[in-house]
């Protein structure tokens, strides 16, 4: 059975950095591509950024571009959010989830498997 096990989620103050880490079992990492959600209290969960199974192609939410990186490493079964520049309105629980499509997708719907979310909290 897959799961996906975020972790590195906490409070930062803002202007600072996470890494938030998923390790997926269970399934064929390299077969997935893996994207991030958020979702912050009152709000629908929102797309991040995904990266493709491959790791050749990454994709951003405009509110994150250029300060937020997804990586992967297929050998540990692991993909990243390296989070910096961070800010109050990224304060919400982070999801990771995987997609049989190569490279996933932006909406909810695209993906199979999903985590239970670590949050992070971004004080002013």
């Known amino acids: 059975q897959a799961q996906l096990v975020e972790s590195g989620g906490g409070l930062v103050q803002a202007a600072g950095s996470l890494r938030l880490s998923c390790s997926a079992s269970g399934l064929t990492f390299s077969s997935y591509a893996m994207g991030w959600f958020r979702q912050a209290p009152g709000k629908e969960r929102e797309f991040v950024g995904v990266?493709?199974?491959?790791?050749?192609?990454?994709n951003y939410a405009d509110s994150v571009k250029g300060r937020f990186t997804i990586s992967r490493d297929n050998a540990k079964n692991t993909v990243y959010l390296q989070m910096n520049s961070l800010k109050p309105e990224d304060t919400a629980v982070y999801y990771c989830?995987?997609?049989?499509?190569?490279?996933?997708?932006?909406?909810?719907?695209?993906?199979?498997?999903w985590g239970q979310g670590t949050q992070v909290t971004v004080s002013s």
């Open positions: 989830a995987a997609s049989r499509r190569y490279y996933g997708g932006i909406v909810v719907a695209a993906y199979d498997y």
């Open positions: 990266i493709s199974l491959g790791g050749g192609s990454t």
